[in-house]
């Protein structure tokens, strides 16, 4: 599995970037290091340098006066029965990664392959076909549902489309799939506004898993819930990948709940991944001095538990006027922060097995002393982790 945005550059060997290689995204990395003589399995979904960006139209004519870059060269892929999580600030960008790959919003640049698909090139009806393998979980169970159909009608609405099953085999469909989230069969013939938030979020992840999907996009599924609906939703989801052998993309911007159900975790901020690596490895030694901002925000379930709070300064630039080199400096923390920053652009590199950083002053880097001087550096790479870096969790 991989995850990325563009340059190459490898903190363990190899030439070191040219400046050229230093103004692109870092090269998509390797989910792990297989033995010699063996070849990792082929991800399920593969995506390399996706790219949305949304044009700024002012005047009476609709003139161009700029580009959001929402998603800015973002790469990464997904083993099956794997689950990615992807955790960052309102607006870097989760969202609209997810959209593009299912192509509810199209990509301007990039690639996306599922199971060998180029899901890019599809036309209108093989990519109809590919949408019972990929399937999406909205953010809010009120809106995603339609208030004029019925529970029923809105969970067999997919198996009518797909063809897969009509009259009385569809609603026998339709009260196993109620029963399998947790819903009573006779809830069919209700409508969304008599049922509550989370009983509303259980009839979105039947009409999900209706077409029988082997990948989903989970949309924040859990933030517009109570806490103690949050782990019910949580544990049906897990217990159903579980089950039903199924993959997640699963956004969410709670990092306890992240911690609790991904495999890995990817980091994003203005619209590039800033890290990746194992949920055990990130949560205990975060080295993207955002991803520690972000940790020591988050409550931790213990009174007696002091935490020192790594509050940054500034504002979330704008996507449509992202700063030069590294996205994050404006506001970064790092004690070795200087003009460097400013000018080069850092490639994920792999600070440690399968932990990927874009940052040239987290050891070990690609980004060469000299090379960092010639951009104006003054000081030196060094290792950075804060207390609230190594504290057990």
Known sequence: MTAG???????????????ESMARTA????????AEGQTLPAPLLSVRNLQKHFPIKRGVFG???????????????????????VVGESGCGKTTTGRCILRLI???????????????????????????????????????????????AIVREGLTIHRIAEGAEAD???????????????????????????????????????????????????????????AQVVNLLQDLQRDRSLTYLFIAHDLSVVEHIADRVAVMYLGRVVELASAEGLYREPLMPYTQ??????????????????????????????????????RCHHPAKDAACTRIVPPLEEKAPGHWVACIKQPPTGVSWAEQQGAGGTREPERYLPVIGVEQR
């Open 5 to 19: 945005n563009g340059a190459n550059g490898s903190g363990r060997g190899g030439a070191p970037p040219t400046s």
């Open 27 to 34: 090269a998509t990395p390797h989910r792990s290091t297989a």
């Open 63 to 85: 003139r161009r006066a700029g580009t959001v870059k929402a998603v800015d060269g973002v790469s990464f892929d997904i083993a099956a029965g794997e689950t990615l999580g």
């Open 106 to 152: 199209e990509p301007t640049a990039g690639d996306v392959s599922f199971d060998g698909t180029d899901v890019r090139a599809l036309g209108a009806e093989p990519l109809r076909r590919l949408r019972r393998e990929m399937q999406i979980i909205f953010q809010d169970p009120f809106s995603s549902l339609n208030p004029r159909m019925t529970v029923g």
């Open 172 to 230: 026998a469909r339709v009260r196993r799939l109620l029963e399998e989230v947790g819903l009573r069969p006779d809830y069919a013939s209700r409508y969304p506004h008599e049922f509550s938030g989370g009983q509303r979020q259980r009839v979105g992840i039947a009409r999900a898993l209706s077409v029988e999907p082997r990948f989903i996009v989970c949309d924040e599924p859990v933030s517009a819930l109570d806490v103690s609906v949050q």
């Open 293 to 330: 901002a972000l940790l020591s925000a988050a409550p931790v379930p213990d009174p007696t538990t002091k935490r020192q709070r790594i509050v940054l300064t500034g504002d979330v630039p704008s996507p449509a006027n992202q700063p030069p080199g590294c996205v994050f400096h404006p």
